[in-house]
């Protein structure tokens, strides 16, 4: 059975940083290209970054690019998300999962499989 889980995070201030991680049980995360999500309360699943699994392709959402940097440890089959200077804005749930087609862009919640239930970043003072 494969599951994703995600972990690291929190509370934290506005200007303060987190790292998220995600892992697969059951599923050989290093072979796959792997994507953060993130919703916030009444919004839509939006994609936050993307890395292949050669990490010869990354991209970022316009609202968190030089702000999040993306990771991945295919050795330990771990993907990080490191995020600095956060926002209230950046307040949601978090999810990484697998990207097992190709139809759409990077962003494309569809294209993707194995969600986990996800980490909660709360941003305030």
């Known amino acids: 059975q494969v599951q994703f889980v995600e972990s690291g995070g929190g509370l934290v201030q506005p200007g303060g940083s987190l790292r998220l991680s995600c892992t697969a049980s059951g599923f050989t995360l290093a072979t796959y290209d792997i994507g953060w999500f993130r919703q916030a309360p009444g919004k839509e699943r939006e994609g936050v970054s993307y890395i292949s699994a050669s990490r010869a392709s990354i991209y970022y959402a316009d609202s968190v690019k030089g702000r999040f940097t993306i990771s991945r440890d295919n050795a330990k089959g771990t993907v990080y998300l490191q995020m600095s200077s956060l926002k209230p804005d950046d307040t949601a749930v978090y999810y990484c999962?697998?990207?097992?087609?190709?139809?759409?862009?990077?962003?494309?919640?569809?294209?993707?499989?194995?969600w986990g239930q996800g980490t909660q970043v709360t941003v305030s003072s």
């Open positions: 999962a697998a990207r097992t087609v190709y139809r759409g862009t990077w962003r494309a919640t569809v294209d993707y499989r194995y």
